[in-house]
């Protein structure tokens, strides 16, 4: 993604950072695993799924709830962004892109069923 940003000329390296010290390098990827897990349970597990089984119903077909759903879950997933450093209307539409693409294979892995029959 990095080198398809920079050939496209949508991401530019500004300076260089030294790097970081090797003993911090364990407790960020345990961090940032944590917060994927987080993200993940949240946008796809709960608001995802919940707003799936809130729109069916005898007047919105399942494949239209499953829209919609995918739709809000995602626009919520990148505006959730909004915050990040240098965030732009374009980060927040490829992360809006990416949210929809994990909700596909959120919806197509099985998982959602599980948590429906609960």
Known sequence: MLLIGKKTDILSISESISMPKPQLAIPFAFKMFLVAILEETFFRGY????????????????????LISLAVSSLLFGLAHFSNNHASILSIVLLTINGMVWCIQYKQSGIMQLWSQN
Not at 49 to 56: A, K, P, V
């Open 47 to 66: 608001l995802f799924t919940n707003l799936y089984e809130g729109f069916r119903s005898k007047k919105i077909s399942d494949k239209q709830a499953r």
